[in-house]
């Protein structure tokens, strides 16, 4: 049996039973239920659209048996998954995992993309930024892999 880590997701309201939604606008790994390692980057993530937000933590323990894909920085495979799945195209993993495109870098994709910038001007706008991590869970038998510890309010602050 693989450690059990600590991941945290950011948003609006306690999640005890995480679930995939599908949105209005395809993610970068594609719909699926969007956690991270980093406290910090949890709480932006909740109070992104307000003041106040609920960080959730749980205790996730990787299968082997799960299909994952783990991007450990910024690659030419990371932009071309990422491109693809923006686009709509759904793929077959339980969970990803890699860098998170901020929204400076999103800016950079979407410019790739839509054909406005090239992939070389992309890499030399993108090795200045830091990306951040994310993990994403695309299947029911991925979300079961964690156990809700407990949800906590944050609160936005413009220092």
């Known amino acids: ?13 306690i999640i005890r039973f995480p679930e995939i939604r599908t949105a209005k606008y395809n993610k970068d790994f594609y719909f699926g239920f969007y956690c991270t390692y980093f406290k910090e980057q949890a709480e932006r993530w909740a109070t992104r659209y307000g003041r106040t937000g609920v960080v959730n933590e749980y205790s ?8 994952t ?13 990422i491109v693809a799945c923006r686009s709509g195209k759904s793929h077959d993993y339980d ?10 870098i999103f800016n950079y994709i979407q410019g790739f993309i839509d054909g406005e910038i090239s992939r070389a001007a ?11 991590h994310q993990i994403s869970f695309h299947t029911a038998r991925a979300l079961a892999m964690l156990k809700f510890l407990r949800g906590y309010e944050v609160n936005y602050n413009d220092e």
Do not use: C, Q
């Not at 996730?60 to 299909?67: G, M, T, V």
């Not at 450990?72 to 932009?79: R, V």
């Open 1 to 13: 049996m693989a450690d059990n880590k600590i991941i945290y997701h950011g948003g609006k309201e």
């Open 60 to 67: 996730y323990a990787p299968l082997p048996n799960l299909r």
């Open 69 to 81: 894909l783990v991007f450990n920085s910024m690659t030419e495979e990371w932009l071309d998954f």
């Open 95 to 104: 969970i990803v995992e890699g860098p998170m495109a901020d929204d400076t």
């Open 122 to 132: 992309f890499w030399e706008l993108a090795k200045f930024k830091r990306p951040t």
